[in-house]
Each structure stands twice: as structure tokens, then as C-alpha cells.
């Protein structure tokens, strides 16, 4: 008897050496930089793009936005396809996060064009607000001054999403971000 409670001692004492044993470090948190790049860092589509509260989303049915860059490498790049004539966005530039990385984009940063933004994201929802004055860009005929606000989906299934739906309540009118419902669901209650 003793030679079984010592041998279920000594099992239980190298099971406990090699569970801690095999336990690695965790992995370095990752910083606020990093965790907002990972979200910004992709090609986003418009589903409303409004000016002083007036609908604009026909003129930017083509439009994109990819915004790209390494976490400790700022600036960062953007890039933006399928612009009307009538737009505040040049054809590329730099960005840089503002004070609160959370929050606050800046668009050319250091340059005339600088354009301070706000934000909100989660994994497919983008929502972006800025105020634009100034002469304009090549790609511009007509004066685009005013406050501009964009909802921009990454994932094209978050297209079917429309403003004034159901869900863009929870998407756009939230405070903070929250995850996407299940598309299964978003899909039952398009309109």
C-alpha cells in the first residue's frame, strides 16, 4: 500500500513538473497601434457617403479606400480608386493615427492637405468623419467643402447592411464598436 501511494505521489508531483514545465511565455500583448492597424489596414467600400447630412453614396458607388502600414512605421499610405469629380480625397497620401489612436486619424500629416478625422471600426464596419475646405484636386471640378461622413464595409457580404436598416442602428449609431451580427441574420432581415 505504501509502495501505490507513493508511486501516485510521484506521478502526481511529475504531472504538475511537466505542465508548468511545458508552458511557454505568453506572447507579447499587442500594442494599441498594432490592434487599430490590424482593423484600418484593408481596401474599405462605401455603403453611405453623406456631405452636410445631403446622400452622396450614388456619386461614390465605385469608390475605395485601402489604407495600409506596419505598426512603428508611421506614416502610413492610402490609396483611393473610383473617385467622382466631385471629392475631397486625393488619389494617395500618407495618414498617421491622432491623439487618441482609438479615435482620431490624421490624412497628410505635416503637409497642406493635413485633414484631422474621426473614427470608429470594428472587423468589416468603418465609419469616418472629417470637415473638408480648400481649393481641391485634380479628380474635383466643384467645391466639396463641408462635413463629410463615410460608412465603409470591408467585407462585401456587409454591403447588404443599408443605412436605415435594422442592424446599421447597431453598426453605426453605437458609441462603441461591437462585432458584426451573424451575416445569416443580417441576410433574414435585409430589406
Keep these: 500500500m505504501k509502495i501505490i501511494l507513493q508511486s501516485l505521489v510521484l506521478f502526481v508531483i511529475l504531472g504538475g513538473l511537466i505542465t508548468f514545465t511545458s508552458c511557454g511565455d505568453d506572447p507579447p500583448s ?23 447630412g445631403v446622400d452622396k453614396t450614388t456619386d461614390y458607388s465605385s469608390f475605395s479606400l485601402t489604407l495600409s502600414g ?6 502610413y499610405s492610402y490609396t483611393t480608386s473610383g473617385r467622382p469629380t466631385l471629392s475631397p480625397w486625393p488619389s494617395s497620401g500618407t495618414w498617421d493615427f491622432g491623439t487618441d489612436l482609438a479615435t482620431q486619424l490624421v490624412r497628410d500629416p505635416s503637409t497642406a492637405d493635413e485633414r484631422d478625422m474621426t473614427y470608429q471600426v470594428s472587423d ?17 471640378t466643384s467645391n466639396v467643402t463641408g462635413t463629410w461622413v ?5 467585407n462585401q457580404k456587409d454591403i447588404n447592411i443599408k443605412k436605415g436598416s435594422f442592424w446599421s442602428f447597431f453598426y453605426f449609431k453605437s458609441t462603441t464598436v461591437i462585432p458584426s451580427p451573424p451575416l445569416s441574420m443580417c441576410s433574414s432581415l435585409h430589406d
Design 30 to 52: 499587442k500594442t494599441q497601434e498594432e490592434i487599430q492597424l490590424e482593423l484600418l489596414a484593408k481596401t474599405w467600400q462605401p455603403i453611405s457617403v453623406e456631405l452636410d
Design 70 to 75: 506596419t505598426a512603428g512605421s508611421a506614416p
Design 124 to 140: 468589416t464596419q468603418f465609419q469616418l468623419t472629417f470637415q473638408f475646405s480648400g481649393p481641391g484636386y485634380s479628380a474635383r
Design 150 to 154: 463615410l460608412l465603409l464595409v470591408y
